[in-house]
């Protein structure tokens, strides 16, 4: 009796107990800890990556680092331990970061000479080494990324994947003769970034460049790509930041060029962190619990045998000769042959973890040379025969990939609605969409307009609709220079 209330309380918990549409907040929260992503470490605000998270980060590392390779980017790693006289080196940067960082102050007993921060973003302490590697034209172009953790000492309110105090991203920092070089990659970057999301991810982006009060501190410009949340949230997912030589003139990174004048360099950085893996997560899932695209599913296939006492053995090693010849596919398979729970109990637990697809093998099946196939994203089941198997399974995985992107894009096309006037903006905020306005790009207004609503600025698009000459901004009623996205943000 004690084992079966154990059983009873495990399945009470083991399911979601509020819906996506009721409390997000919530519901996201019990999804990632229910689904065995993550979980909560005993220092505030850093968390643990469980396997099937880490192997979405690794799946995205793998995809990301290959295309960067390709272009010419080297991996490289610096030292998490920037000195205090580094990281003040550009006044723009080091305010930008300030409030945020994490110091190391003694080693052990002793005292230390100089603070050290603990990592923020490395441009401080990569662009020093810069200074001493770059002198000719013949050092250049000088590409570098590296994969590490970051540390930012947030005081908002910590959000699993979201906002942490400790993460995990790639960083890349470039170094080029010329302004043209230095902001055809930074445009380069963006789009490697969306076919990242798009493929891997099966996530679509807003991408476009930030306003002059949102770019990173000590930019020249920023790009960035921002997925649209269910709950009517843009978020930011990366960056891509043309430097100009704000840090070569702060760090002296200079070179003679091939008329032997010295000048100095240009700089880009770039990147995206495990909040990628948050937008997924946030994008895709349900009431049930995770849907995870295919490509970044740890276990893309789950086989449950159904084991009746009178074909037990029989089904049970039909099941595991099953799993063998998808393995031999490349394809990644469980079999969960466990008998102290029920197939109810099973098929309930592989939803809640996001497998894309459920296989049912029983007696009946055997005798009729098929299996029950049911795919995460539409709960469909039907019998499919194991001849077909090997044919079938491959383009189903591919056709939830794209139906999930599909209708991910579907929503974000129609959450983009054009205002021409404050109470346009507000009502489409208020309904969940992003207004698209045209906008002077004044900082003020920027400023005033979100401490009065809420809502900030995203990103201008780079494909810009037609703007009329005498077109007013919708804040101030000056002259509009671009069309702007502006919205809820995270």
């Known amino acids: 009796m004690a084992q079966d209330s154990k059983k009873q309380d495990k399945k009470a918990n083991l399911g979601l107990t509020v819906t996506k549409e009721e409390n997000f907040s919530e519901w996201f929260t019990q999804l990632i800890q229910k689904s065995e992503l993550m979980d909560y470490s005993p220092v505030s605000g850093c968390y643990i990556l469980r396997p099937r998270s880490y192997f979405i980060w690794e ?43 994490a110091w190391v102050e003694t080693g052990g007993s002793t005292k230390l000479k100089e603070r050290l921060a603990i990592r923020p973003t490395s441009e401080t302490i990569m662009y020093d080494a810069y200074s001493k590697w770059i002198r000719s034209h013949n050092d250049l172009p000088l590409r570098l990324n590296q994969w590490c953790n970051i540390v930012r000492w947030e005081f908002k309110h910590c959000t699993p994947f979201i906002r942490l105090r400790e993460f995990l991203w790639q960083e890349g920092h470039t170094v080029f003769a010329t302004r043209e070089e230095a902001v055809d990659e930074a445009r380069k970057i963006v789009d490697f970034y969306i076919d990242t999301f798009k ?57 003679k060029d091939k008329n032997e004048q010295v000048t100095y360099v240009h700089q880009n950085s770039w990147g995206i962190s495990i909040r990628s893996i948050g937008a997924m997560i946030m994008l895709h899932s349900d009431d049930k619990g995770l849907v995870l695209p295919p490509r970044v599913a740890k276990n893309q296939i789950v086989i449950v045998p159904l084991l009746f006492k009178h074909a037990k053995e029989e089904v049970l090693a039909a099941a595991t000769k099953l799993q063998a010849e998808l393995k031999e596919m490349s394809l990644r398979v469980h079999l969960d042959a466990r008998e102290q729970y029920s197939p109810g109990y099973k098929y309930n637990e592989w939803e809640l973890k996001g497998t894309p697809i459920r296989l049912e093998l029983g007696p009946r099946d055997l005798e009729n040379k098929h299996v029950m196939l049911s795919r995460r994203d539409d709960g469909e089941k039907r019998a499919v025969s194991m001849a077909d198997l090997n044919t079938i399974l491959p383009l189903e995985l591919e056709q939830m990939h794209e139906r999930l992107y599909n209708k991910a894009k579907d929503h974000l096309d129609n959450s983009i609605v054009k205002c021409t006037s404050r109470e346009e903006i ?50 101030t009623g000056e002259k509009a220079v671009r069309w702007h996205r502006f919205g809820k943000s995270y």
């Open 426 to 475: 507000v009502k489409a905020v208020a309904e969940k969409k992003i207004a698209l306005i045209p906008w002077c790009g004044s900082n003020d207004s920027e400023i005033q307009f979100k401490d009065e609503t809420g809502i900030q600025s995203l990103n201008a698009p780079f494909n810009q609709p037609d703007l009329e000459a005498e077109t007013k901004c919708v804040l």
């Open 199 to 255: 493929e891997v991810l099966a996530v679509p982006l807003l991408t476009g460049q930030k306003s002059d009060k949102e770019k990173f501190a000590g930019a020249d410009f920023t790009y960035s790509i921002e997925g649209f949340m269910p709950d009517g949230k843009a978020l930011q997912a990366g960056t891509s930041h043309y430097l100009g030589q704000n840090f070569a003139k702060a760090f002296d990174i200079k070179f």
């Open 59 to 101: 799946t995205i590392k793998e995809y990301f680092d290959k295309k960067i390779k390709a272009d010419g980017v080297e991996n490289c790693y610096f030292p998490m331990f920037i000195p205090e006289s580094l990281l003040t080196k550009e006044e723009e940067h080091v305010e930008g970061f300030a409030p945020e960082v």
